[in-house]
């Protein structure tokens, strides 16, 4: 269980930090996108995630349980119920002997990570400190957006509930210990000064992750791609943390389509602008269309 959670922690860092400002603006917008035509024999289905939601606001629409009911696999970003690789991501999570969480900030912002820390997760922060700055930037994520729900629930959790009653096999676009690495490649210093700026403007960051909510329940990625773009601190790192594994996922997501119709499921943010898995799918000659 604690394993799962890592692997929905380190999905929630993404909704914290990928931007994606470039969307077309008038196109109708959903969360379940049909992808047919080119050489696929039977359509299968593309659908937007959020990593954490209140309960009572995660519902499937009628649509997409029955594309859910007409498939024979499921992708999520990663496969969250292969125990092995979350063994491994619980490994990779951890920093190298001798270096600390302590070493990437001066003493006044230490203790400003260890009074939140204390604060907002009834945790001494002595217990995250051998821990990479993304498990706390993950830990902060989930904080705001579940801030105001009494059951937070993962929508990825819920697919695979679904899967595992269909029967159907889950699999991942991507290994967990790759989105591990993806953050490797950012300065553990600069994942630091992003944590310190979230927490230190509370106001701010929770008015931004209402907004995307609120977006999200209205099935608006325009709306919610916008919105990402306002976590300013990322914007550098989009095509590392966004763009590149987009580019990563469509030859996966267009050999299984072509095998056997699949349900994929991945965060909202990957789905719109030119650089979105929906445009990347049609330039390679696919039919995408929102499904209501």
Request: proline content about 3%; aromatic content about 6%; charged content about 20%.
């Amino acid at each position: 269980m604690l394993l799962k959670k890592i692997g929905t922690l380190l999905l929630c860092s993404f909704s914290l930090l990928t931007a994606n400002a470039q969307q077309k603006a008038r196109e109708k917008s959903s969360l379940l996108w049909e992808i047919s035509g080119k050489d696929l024999k039977s359509p299968s289905w593309l659908y937007g995630t959020i990593h954490m939601i209140c309960a009572e606001d995660l519902h499937f629409s009628q649509a997409t349980q029955d594309a859910l009911k007409k498939v024979k696999s499921l992708y999520l970003e990663i496969d969250m119920s292969d125990q092995e690789e979350m063994q491994s991501l619980q490994s990779s999570l951890m920093m190298p002997e001798g270096y600390s969480l302590k070493a990437l900030v001066s003493e006044a912002e230490y203790k400003q990570l260890a009074d939140w820390c204390q604060d907002s997760l009834h945790t001494n922060i002595a217990a995250l400190d051998r821990f990479k700055p993304l498990v706390l930037l993950s830990l902060v994520a989930r904080q705001h957006f579940t801030s105001s729900c009494q059951h937070p629930a993962s929508c990825e959790a819920e697919l695979m509930k679904i899967a595992q009653t269909q029967q159907l096999p889950v699999h991942g676009l991507e290994k967990a210990t790759d989105q591990v690495a993806i953050f490797d490649s950012i300065p553990d210093k600069d994942e630091a000064q992003m944590i310190l700026k979230t927490i230190g403007d509370p106001v701010k960051t929770q008015e931004i992750y209402s907004k995307m909510i609120k977006a999200y329940k209205a099935q608006d990625i325009n709306a919610l791609s916008v919105l990402m773009a306002e976590t300013e601190d990322m914007v550098q790192y989009k095509d590392l943390l966004l763009d590149q594994r987009n580019r990563n996922w469509v030859p996966i997501i267009a050999s299984e389509a072509a095998k056997a119709p699949t349900f994929f499921a991945v965060g909202a943010g990957h789905l719109g602008g030119n650089t979105g898995v929906i445009e990347l799918l049609r330039k390679q000659g696919y039919t995408v269309k929102p499904i209501q």
